[in-house]
């Protein structure tokens, strides 16, 4: 004798009753209040941590990076990945543009090694960079020179135009008058000397 054969509609009602049964699991109030406070704070802590990991640097930027061993910098444009536990904290700094007749005098902090940098430039400090003093080159006609001081060996040495003068990094202009041979030195804007025949 053939079993009765249950008809597609019961077999279908059975299934869909073992579904909802199996995610049929009452769960408090509290609790699931409890669950959403702990995803949302766990969302803000990846947030945070992905700030710290992915980092842009747009074009004519810098980013320095402090470490605990070491300063590290990054020149734009570029993206940055680094581990948000390997360092204490980052800066962005924008890079200082140099016209045709801007220098600027910079110091390692590291070995204390001085050096002028020239423009047209963008100028990328290093890690250790700081920077000293800034100025613009000095045009001297034909007559004009200026006195110049080496603050390391304390020689002095005149610098004849027509030219443009840039210091170096141990280099200084004399602001005084001085006398030598058949010409007075008459001092002017920025010290720039005039020589007149006598």
Known sequence: QALPTPS??????????HFEAMFDWPLPVGSLIGLILVLVVLLVILAALSRRAILFVGTGYQLKVFGFMKTRVFNGPT???LNPFGYRRSQLVKATPLGRMDWLKVRDMND???RIERGPLLLFLGPHDEVL???????MSKS???VVKDLVTGSLANVKGPCV????P???IV?????RGPFTLTLSTEGVHTAIAL
Not at 8 to 17: E, N, P, V
Request: overall charge negative.
């Open 112 to 114: 204390g090694w001085e």
């Open 175 to 179: 602001d005084a008058e001085r006398s």
């Open 133 to 139: 003093e800034t100025g613009t080159g000095i045009t």
């Open 170 to 172: 141990h280099e200084n």
């Open 165 to 168: 003068w840039f210091p170096g």
């Open 144 to 146: 004009e020179y200026v």
């Open 79 to 81: 993206v940055v990945c």
């Open 8 to 17: 597609l509609q019961q077999a279908f009602s059975s299934r869909h009753r």
